[in-house]
């Protein structure tokens, strides 16, 4: 599974890198593959693995602050792997073709 995730700190105010940095931080040291862009952070591996990250991140955040925001969407697809290259690699096939 793909989860794409974004967790806030609320009441901190605008400045909230340090606690997003945290939260990433938890995610590369699971070792899962995954990325990082300006909204959202995307984690892949079996739904049990998964999830415990994004709980662990959750938790790295709450220790900046005591309201947290969580956004999550889930991608289950029984059978792919590397679901977060080879998605990617789709798109940009098919947009080579239409050039």
Excluded at 22 to 50: H, I, K, Q
């Amino acid at each position: 599974m793909i989860v794409a995730f974004s967790v806030t700190p609320i009441g901190v105010g605008q400045h909230v890198g340090s606690a997003v940095a945290d939260a990433v931080r938890v995610v590369r040291d699971s070792g899962l593959p995954y990325r990082t862009d300006a909204m959202f952070t995307s984690v892949e591996g079996d739904w049990d693995e998964v999830m415990d990250v994004v709980k662990r991140a959750v938790e790295a955040v709450q220790a900046h602050a005591a309201r947290v925001s969580v956004v999550m969407k889930a991608d289950l697809n029984e059978g792919v792997t590397d679901g977060l290259s080879s998605k990617v690699a789709t798109v940009e096939r098919l947009l080579a073709e239409g050039d």
